[in-house]
C-alpha cells in the first residue's frame, strides 16, 4: 500500500497540478494566486501550521496559505490537512473547483473513505469537460478499486484513463505502473477476458500475457517481447518492458538438487517430524532432488549452521514449528540460502528475503473460504459456535474481522467452555429459551396442560462450526434439536477440524447434511495420485489425522520448488497439490484453497460451492446511494 501511496501522490503532482489547461478565467486566477503565495515571504511551516495559519486570514491571503497548505499536505501525505484545505477551498470563486474536488477525492481514498471517494467522483462525471480532469477522474477512480484489491474494476478505468491520455498526449505519472501491477494480478482466464478494446488495451494485455507464459523462460520471452514491440510501436507499455519485465527474465525455476529438511526429531513433538519425513521420501520418487539432509529444528542456532554448512545444501525446507522459524531467521547460512518455512511469522517480519517463503496449514485459510461462500450464497446472518480458548476466539475475530469489509450486520457468536453447557449455548443464541418462557407463562395462565412447540429465531440462515470432531458430533444434535419445526432447516458448516478419518470409520450418523472443508488428501476420491494413498494407507494404517495432513504437506512442499518463483510472480497461477490449490498472494506466503465435502448418507462426498468473490460494502452502499437517487 506504501508504493501505491506515492505513486498517487506523484501523480496528482506532476498531473493536477502541472495541467495548464483549465479553463481560462480560473485558469489565470490560480495562477496569479498561486505567483503571489511563491512571492511571499518563506515560512518554515507544514501542511498544518498553513492551514491553521490561514484560517485567522481572509481574501488573496486566505487563498494563498490555502494552496501552500494543499501542496505541503500532499508533499507530507498529510491526507486528512488536504481534505480540509480543499473543503476551505471549496466556497472560493477563484479556484477550479472541479480540479479541487479531484484532490478532495484523492484524500478519501487515502483515509480509505472508499464509498465517499467514489460518491464525489461521480458527482463530477457530468462536469468534466476536459480531457486532463477525464483521464485523472478515471485514473482515481482505478485507485480506488485497486486500493481495495480489485484489479478488474480498477483495469476498466485505468484503461479509459490511459485512452484518454494517449488520444490527447498526457503524461499520467504512474499510470503506467499501476496498470502493469494491476494485470499482474490477473489470472490467464481474466486476462482473456480484457484481451479486446482499443489498441492501447489490447497491448497492455498482450505484455501481460506474454510475462506470465514466458516468466522464467529467458529466451522465448525476449523474442516475444521483440515481437510486441514491432507490433504496438509507440505504445505506453514500453517504458515498462525494461524496468519491469526484464527484470525477471532470469526467474528461471531454483535448480535444486540438494536439500536441507529441519524437522523435529526428537521431543514432544518427533511423531510429527517422522510424518513429514515419510512425505519428503515419498516426494522424492518424482523429483529431481538427489540428496536430502534431515536436520533436528530443535537444535540451538549455531549447530543448526553448522550442519547446514556441512551440507551444503541448495535449499532449506523447514523448520515446522513457529519458535523454531523466529529462532532460524538468527540462521547466516539461510540470509543467502532461498527456504520455505514450514510456518509463518508475521507479514513485516517475512518481508525480508525474496528467496524465503512461507507454507503453514492455517485455519484461517478455512474461515475465509467459508466466509466467502457464505456471502456468495447471501446469508446476512451466519451463527459462529467455538470453544472457549485462544485459537477459538482468534478464529472467530478474524472471521468477524473480514465479514465487516463486506456486510453491515454482525454475525452470532457462541462460545462453550465444555460438553456440558453447548446446549445451554445454542439454546440462548437460538433464543429457545426465551421460547419456552413464553410457554410456561401461558400454561401458569390458563393453569393447564397445552399443546406447545417451542420456536427459535428465524434470523439466522447459517450455522459455523469451529470445534473439532468430537466437540462437532456433540453439538449436532443440539443444533438439531434446537431449531424449530416450523423454520426452515439452517445450513451447517464446520472447518476440517471437524473431521476425523479415525473416528469416521465408526461414526458418521450424526452429521448428516454438514458441509466441511478438508485437505483433497484426506478426502476419498479428491486426489489422482490415488497409488500413493492405497501406499501410505498400507504403510501406516494407524497415522493419526495431524500426521496426515501433515505428511500431504511435505509432499507437496518438496513438489512446490520448481514452480515456487512462478507462484510468487503470477498471482493467478495454482499448484494443484494434496494440501489443496495453492497460490502466492502476497509477502510470499502460500495460501490454500481447500476441497468442499458433506456427510450424505453415512458417506462422505465431494461437493462443488459457491466461492465467488465478495464484494466490498463500501461499493453496495455507493450502489444502494446510486438507485435512492434515481
Known amino acids: 500500500m506504501r508504493l501505491k501511496n506515492i505513486s498517487l501522490v506523484i501523480a496528482v503532482l506532476s ?46 491571503s486566505k487563498i494563498q496559505l490555502l494552496y501552500l497548505a494543499r501542496q505541503a499536505a500532499i508533499d507530507e501525505q498529510n491526507w486528512s490537512i488536504l481534505e480540509q484545505a480543499c473543503s476551505e477551498l471549496e466556497s472560493k470563486a477563484s479556484v477550479d473547483h472541479v480540479q479541487n474536488k479531484l484532490y478532495t477525492a484523492l484524500a478519501r481514498q487515502q483515509q480509505q473513505k472508499f464509498s465517499s471517494a467514489l460518491a464525489l467522483l461521480q458527482t463530477l462525471e457530468s462536469k468534466l469537460k476536459l480531457p486532463e480532469h477525464q483521464a485523472w477522474h478515471q485514473y482515481l477512480m482505478g485507485s480506488v478499486y485497486a486500493a481495495q484489491q480489485l484489479p478488474k474494476k480498477a483495469l476498466v478505468h485505468y484503461f479509459k484513463s490511459a485512452d484518454l ?64 514491440q514491432r507490433r504496438y510501436t509507440s505504445h505506453p507499455g514500453s517504458e ?14 531454483y535448480n535444486v538438487t540438494r536439500i536441507a529438511v529441519l524437522l523435529p ?35 540451538d542456532v549455531a549447530q543448526i549452521n553448522k550442519e547446514l554448512q556441512q551440507s551444503q545444501a541448495e535449499f532449506v525446507i523447514g523448520p515446522l514449528l513457529k519458535s523454531n ?31 524465503h517463503y512461507y507454507f503453514a496449514l492455517d485455519p484461517e485459510h478455512e474461515v475465509e473460504q467459508a466466509m466467502v461462500h457464505f456471502l456468495a450464497k447471501g446469508y446476512q446472518k451466519p451463527m459462529l459456535l467455538a470453544p472457549d480458548t485462544a485459537s477459538g476466539k482468534r478464529l472467530i475475530s478474524h472471521f ?15 462460545f462453550y467452555s465444555d460438553s456440558e453447557n453447548m446446549a445451554e449455548v445454542v439454546g440462548q443464541l437460538l433464543e429457545v429459551d426465551s421460547s419456552k418462557q413464553r410457554i410456561n407463562t401461558i400454561k401458569r395462565m390458563f393453569r393447564k396442560e397445552l399443546e406447545s412447540e417451542t420456536r427459535s429465531r428465524r434470523d439466522i440462515d447459517a450455522i459455523y462450526i469451529l470445534g473439532d470432531a468430537i466437540e462437532t458430533r456433540l453439538l449436532k444434535p443440539y443444533l438439531d434439536v434446537n431449531v424449530s419445526t416450523f423454520a426452515d432447516r439452517i445450513p451447517l458448516y464446520a472447518s476440517s477440524r471437524s473431521y476425523s478419518k479415525q473416528i469416521d470409520k465408526t461414526d458418521k450418523g450424526d452429521l448428516e447434511g454438514l458441509f466441511f472443508t478438508e485437505v483433497p488428501w484426506m478426502l476419498p ?11 501410505h494407507s498400507v504403510l501406516w494404517p494407524e497415522q493419526s489425522d495431524i500426521e496426515q495432513r501433515l505428511f500431504a504437506m511435505a509432499y507437496d512442499a518438496l513438489n512446490l520448488l520448481p514452480e515456487i518463483k512462478q507462484l510468487s510472480k503470477i498471482p493467478g497461477k495454482e499448484f494443484d497439490g494434496l494440501t489443496g490449490a495453492l497460490t502466492i498472494k502476497e509477502a510470499n506466503r502460500i495460501d490454500r484453497q481447500l476441497s468442499w465435502a458433506q456427510y450424505h448418507k453415512k458417506q462422505i462426498r465431494l461437493v462443488s460451492l459457491d466461492q465467488r468473490p465478495p464484494t466490498p460494502l463500501f461499493m453496495k452502499q455507493l450502489y444502494d446511494n446510486y438507485q435512492a437517487q434515481q
Open 400 to 414: 468477524e474481522t473480514q465479514w465487516q469489509r463486506y456486510s453491515e450486520t454482525r454475525p452470532e457468536v457462541g
Open 15 to 60: 498531473g493536477l497540478s502541472a495541467c495548464g489547461t483549465t479553463p481560462k478565467t480560473a485558469s489565470t486566477q490560480d495562477k496569479q494566486t498561486l505567483a503571489t503565495a511563491s512571492t511571499a515571504p518563506a515560512e518554515q511551516l507544514d501542511a498544518q501550521g498553513l492551514f491553521d495559519k490561514a484560517s485567522s486570514k481572509q481574501g488573496a
Open 265 to 299: 526429531t526428537s521431543g514432544s513433538s518427533e511423531r510429527l517430524g517422522r510424518a513429514l519425513k515419510n512425505g519428503f521420501l515419498a516426494a522424492m520418487d518424482n523429483n529431481r532432488v538427489e540428496e536430502i539432509f534431515f536436520i533436528d529444528e530443535t537444535l
Open 165 to 228: 491520455a494517449n488520444k490527447h498526449q498526457l503524461s499520467i505519472a504512474g499510470l503506467n505502473r499501476d496498470i502493469w501491477q494491476a494485470l499482474q494480478q490477473l489470472s490467464s482466464y481474466a486476462l482473456e477476458r480484457f484481451d479486446r478494446g482499443t489498441v492501447i488495451q489490447q497491448g497492455w494485455v498482450k505484455l501481460a500475457k506474454y510475462h506470465q507464459i514466458y516468466l522464467g523462460s529467458t529466451v522465448q520471452l525476449h523474442q516475444a517481447l521483440n515481437n510486441w
Open 525 to 535: 476420491g479428491a486426489v489422482k495420485l490415488q497409488n500413493l494413498r492405497e501406499q
Open 325 to 355: 522459524v523466529e529462532k532460524l531467521t538468527a540462521s547466516t547460512y539461510l540470509t543467502t540460502t532461498p527456504a520455505l518455512f514450514l510456518n509463518t511469522l508475521d507479514t513485516a517480519s517475512q518481508a525480508g528475503n525474496p528467496d
Open 240 to 253: 515498462i518492458i525494461p524496468t519491469e519485465v526484464k527484470t525477471t527474465l532470469d526467474l528461471a525455476p
